[in-house]
């Protein structure tokens, strides 16, 4: 009964990287890089850092890549990627997270270690969703606001480290790092093997082989963190 609980509250929801010691800010940008920037001035910044020799690429979904091998995160070697892209959708970048209450969510994930039944959940969650209709509301409207912008260059808007010949040791400092600099993960974040949180401006991703020593941690933009590109080139999509 418990589980069929969860699933129901899941299903009511679903409608509804850097590490510390790498440099940068969750709320700026990966390393001492920031969201939007040109494949021009990342590369201008990691040659300031040393980094001058790269591979470029594109990938199947058309995105441009720069990778660099063999960079030092934390004492450990690693490879370091960044994807550049000429458009976006609005409408993928937004997270609810960003935009409606985290009490709404705390009420919520409250229903699932509740005593109600199937048919009190429902009610239960009528009365959070009335509690938060404005808000609700006003996340909607901007959804629809937004659609694909076309950006004048390739813009930075994904990041990611590879390690690999990691022992467990290794492979539990770097995750406790990461939990350490942006918080602890949810219940629904979090599993053996990987976690994801939705942060203000970023979304990270982290995922282990403990077995293979392999450790993946990805970095997204989000809308907030692209705002100012995608209303700045919205009126020239418009115009296409």
Request: hydrophobic fraction near 30%; aromatic fraction near 12%; include cysteine.
């Amino acid at each position: 009964m418990k589980k069929s609980k969860k699933f129901l509250v899941a299903v009511i929801l679903s409608t509804t990287l850097v590490l510390g010691a790498c440099g940068g800010n969750a709320d700026e940008g990966f390393r001492n890089i920031k969201w939007g920037m040109t494949m021009e001035e990342v590369i201008a910044i990691e040659e300031n850092e040393g980094n001058s020799d790269f591979e470029l690429r594109e990938d199947f979904l058309g995105m441009d890549l720069i990778e660099y091998e063999n960079v030092i995160v934390n004492g450990h070697k690693a490879s370091l990627e960044y994807s550049f892209a000429n458009e976006a959708d609005g409408f993928e970048l937004i997270r609810e997270q960003n935009y409606l209450p985290p009490k709404m969510y705390d009420e919520y994930e409250d229903l699932n270690s509740s005593d109600f039944s199937e048919e009190e959940i429902e009610i239960e969650v009528k009365k959070i969703d009335e509690k938060y209709k404005k808000d609700i509301e006003e996340y909607i409207e901007l959804l629809d606001q937004n659609e694909i912008v076309k950006f004048s260059d390739y813009i930075l808007i994904e990041s990611s480290y590879s390690f690999e010949d990691l022992d467990e040791e290794d492979i539990k400092e770097i995750r406790n790092s990461l939990i350490a600099k942006y918080g602890k993960p949810s219940s629904g974040e979090e599993d053996d093997d990987y976690f994801f949180r939705v942060l203000d401006t970023i979304e990270l991703y982290y995922s282990e082989n403990i077995e293979e020593g392999k450790v993946t941690i990805g970095y997204s933009a989000n809308y907030k963190s692209l705002e100012h590109k995608m209303k700045k080139n919205k009126s020239n999509s418009d115009g296409l």
